[in-house]
Nanobody, 115 residues
Framework: QVQLVESGGGLVQPGGSLRLSCIAS????????MAWYRQGPGKQRELVAR???????NYVDSVKGRFTISRDNAENTVYLQMNSLKPEDSAVYYC?????????WGQGTQVTVSS
């Protein structure tokens, strides 16, 4: 069973930066596709960024050029570097792991962008 624990959320002013981290338990982290989703108030959960097992990435259009997803297989960790944050980026951000072992979600971390 894979457990995902996110950290790094918080309150930041528009234009600021945050880095989210997600640490996964288990020894097969490198075989999972990892992703970050977010869900804002009254909105559906949406895919923000995704990174495959060989490091290929893709992003939702609204964050391209501002957010960067990366992974450290030795540390069982996936990161989301968020720059130039906007109020519309405010949401609960969830870590996702998907692979032959199934689909797993973290508990979420709140990101609030406000002055």
């Amino acid at each position: 069973q894979v457990q995902l624990v996110e950290s790094g959320g918080g309150l930041v002013q528009p234009g600021g930066s945050l880095r989210l981290s997600c640490i996964a338990s288990g020894s097969i982290f490198s075989t999972y596709v990892m992703a970050w989703y977010r869900q804002g108030p009254g909105k559906q959960r949406e895919l923000v960024a995704r990174i495959t097992t060989n490091g290929n990435t893709n992003y939702v259009d609204s964050v391209k050029g501002r957010f960067t997803i990366s992974r450290d297989n030795a540390e069982n960790t996936v990161y989301l570097q968020m720059n130039s944050l906007k109020p519309e980026d405010s949401a609960v951000y969830y870590c996702y792991a998907g692979g032959l072992g199934g689909v797993h979600w973290g508990q979420g971390t709140q990101v609030t962008v406000s002055s």
